[in-house]
């Protein structure tokens, strides 16, 4: 394959719309990190600690591979947000405090956008390397969404829609 968007991937030019999405996925990241890290300091509950923890760790992965592709590319970066400073949970009053089923509701929507997000940015890439980046997020953020929505199930917290428990019959004719 020859011409310019034949070749390594990574030497081929990024699209405007690639360049964007991963440009919105750094920034994306950035701000979660900062509110993920308030969570922290809101919350009680040790498993939904730990999800957050993870989420924390694949956020800072994503600022870091996305404003490698972007500064690879001559592109500038979102800016970082600044850190958080550490909080007791009892120093929170009660009335400003975020609860844990409020944390695992929040974190439970973000994960489902972030699914979405994923997929647009993998079908607009016309480079293998930065549909396969989303790809990995994708399956990153797919298998988090599990673990919170089996926490959400667990803990009680989960506010499912209406569910229909009797279905109507069909009428054969």
Known sequence: MSGILGGNAKDEPMHYGEIYNVWQASMVAKG???FYRAFLNHAGDHDLKKILSALIDQAELEVSECDKLLTDNGIGTAPALP???QAKLEDIPVGARFTDPEIAAKIAADVATSLVACSQ????????????????YHMTKAAHGVKILNMLKEKGWLIPPPLQVKRQETVNA
């Open 83 to 85: 850190d958080r400073p």
């Open 32 to 34: 979660a990190i900062s």
């Open 121 to 136: 940015a993998m079908g607009q890439s016309i480079r293998e390397d930065v549909g396969a980046l989303f790809g990995k």
